[in-house]
Structure formats: C-alpha cells, structure tokens
C-alpha cells in the first residue's frame, strides 16, 4: 500500500530536468488534482492486485492470529491469598492502602509500579486489537448494524462469564479491583433486546471465539482466580477508556434512534471516567502484588487480547473484502482534502 507513495517519491527525485518540457509534462499531471488522480490510480490498481493475490492463495490472507493459541496450563502454582486491601467498595470511597505498600501518592500511577507493568507489557496487543480491520473500519464509519449486534452478543455472554466468576470467587486481590459502577451485563441486556428482539435470551448463541473465550474465564476462576485481575483490566478500562467515542461513532455510523443500542458503553454511575481510571490504578499499585504475579497475569492480560482479536477477526468476514472496503475508503480520501 506504500508503493505509490515511493514511486511519487522517486519521480520527485530525479528533478525538474528528468521530466521532459513543459509541452510534454502538461498532459500527464495538468495540476494537482490529476496527480492525485494518477497517484489514485495506480493505488487502485496496486489494491485490486493484492486483493487477488488473497482470493488466489488463501494461505497468504492467515495471519499471525490465526495460529494455535498457547497452551492454558499455569505454569506454577500462584503465590497463597494474602490480606489485599479492602474489599468491593463504591467508587470514591476511602481506600484502605495495603500494608506493604508504600505510602507515597503518585501524581500519575500509571507512571510506576504493576500499572505501569500492565500497560507496557500489553502495549503491542493493544496496538494490534485496535488496529484490526473491524475497528479500524468502525471508526471510519465502514459498519453495518448486523455485525455490531453480533459483537454485542459477543460482549454479552463474556460478560455474564466475567461477573459470575467475580461473584463466585473469594481472591482478595479480585474483590479489591471489582468495583461494582464496572458492570456491564444490566447494560447489555439492554442492548441485546435492542437488536436481537424480545426472545434473545433463547435465539441467541455465542459464536466460536466467543465460546473459546468464555471457556477460558471459567478455567482461572476455577484454577487460578488472581488471573481473572487481566480480565477485569484488560476489558473494563478499555470500555471506560473508549466507551464515549465508540458510543457516538456507532450512533452516527449506524443512525441508531435516539441513542438506543448503545447502554453498554455509558456508565452512569461513573461521572469523570478519567479519575475514576486513575483511581483504579492507584489502588492496583497499593495491593503490593509480587512481581512474579504480575508477570503472570501480564501473560494472560495478552492472552485476553488475543481473545478479543479472534471475536474481530468473526465479525470481519473475508479477509480481502474488508481489506478492500478499507483501501477503497482510503483512495477517497484523496479527494475530500
């Protein structure tokens, strides 16, 4: 896809004298607009070959994400519960700091300590989630509503997976970042009667990445529940941190009435989603989780990413018809500057 940009970048390098005269250069690129348009056609061009190249070859359109996930077996047993903090409390509330923790208030906790482990080292699966070729297509307004309720349903049943283990477990470490302005599921029960209709409950059925996923929450919650911490960080402050744009995207994108289908990305109880995250962090910081145990559930925060990749990767179909849809997009755009 970069091809044109080096051959307009080479033609340029040759200078003025390598171009011919003025008579014979006026009929190739008579102003602007007809350089885009010829640097337009050739992306064209470059698109529709690439996009037979993967219809041709199946095998050139696998990526990485398609290969086996790594195996689910805790490779050590996690250290023994211990006296984390406080348990599930309302957001605001007094935190009770962990005894080992040190006492110092960081301006910005996520500059230090396991917050700082978390997001550095899920960083590269964060790109790569967001960079997918359903979200990069959502955020410029190539969706439909089919897939967006499916990927509700999606959301819903790992949802319903996610809070019944955090109800069922008794790991303080969990308890202690379970907040209760977090939770989704009220929120996408409303969602679902929203587009799937009044019999969802009975009519719908998760879809093989979704089940894949929900399988693996039951597993930590029955065989290493600290693990389910990756859980609650990796989906419940993305929501937070992405809701309000994923909201209004899909309320213009899909011409949503009135704002309806879109519950689960508000949270009311939660009035400056900003403090709210820094808080969480904080309180992540002073439960004094061993660095051995971060490095643990940084491995399954990753893990979880991958889930949520593979529920893209459904919802996107062919895998060149999406790449066409977003190349096509692109090649428009030259002409609206």
Not at 120 to 140: I, L, P, Q, W, Y
Request: charged share 20%; glycine share 6%; hydrophobic share 45%.
């Amino acid at each position: 896809f970069f091809a044109p940009l080096e051959m307009a970048e080479a033609f340029r390098s040759l200078g003025p004298d390598s171009w011919g005269s003025v008579t014979e250069r006026q009929p190739i690129c008579r102003d602007a607009q007809g350089h885009r348009l010829g640097v337009g056609l050739i992306a064209v061009g470059l698109l529709l070959a690439v996009c037979a190249l993967l219809l041709g070859s199946p095998s050139t359109s696998t990526i990485a994400f398609h290969a086996p996930l790594p195996p689910t077996v805790i490779s050590r047993p996690l250290a023994s519960n211990r006296a984390y903090a406080s348990p599930v409390r309302p957001y605001g509330a007094q935190v009770q700091r962990y005894a080992g923790a040190d006492s110092a208030v960081i301006t910005n906790p996520r500059e230090t300590g396991f917050a700082l482990a978390l997001d550095d080292g899920t960083r590269k699966s964060h790109s790569m989630a967001e960079n997918s070729a359903f979200v990069t297509g959502f955020f410029k307004g190539i969706a439909n509503k089919e897939a967006f309720a499916r990927l509700v349903a999606s959301l819903y049943f790992v949802y319903v997976a996610m809070e019944e283990a955090f109800d069922t477990v008794e790991d303080p470490l969990v308890k202690s970042l379970d907040y209760p302005e977090l939770r989704r599921v009220p929120s996408l029960e409303e969602d679902m009667a929203y587009y799937w209709g009044p019999n969802w409950r009975t009519e719908v059925k998760p879809s093989a990445a979704t089940v894949k996923y929900v399988a693996r929450i039951k597993e930590v919650a029955a065989t290493a529940p600290r693990l389910l911490v990756a859980h609650q960080y990796t989906r419940y402050l993305g929501d937070l941190f992405g809701g309000q744009m994923m909201s209004g995207m899909a309320v213009r994108s899909l011409k949503l009435d009135e704002n309806k289908g879109v519950s689960f990305y508000k949270f009311k109880n939660i009035p400056r989603a900003k403090d709210f995250i820094t808080e969480w962090y904080q309180k992540l910081n002073d439960l004094g989780v061993p660095e051995a145990e971060q490095a643990e559930i940084v491995d399954e925060a990753n893990l979880v990413f991958r889930y949520n990749i593979e529920i893209f990767e459904e919802l996107e179909g062919n895998a060149a018809s999406s790449m066409f849809r977003l190349a096509w997009s692109s090649f428009l755009d030259l002409f609206k500057r």
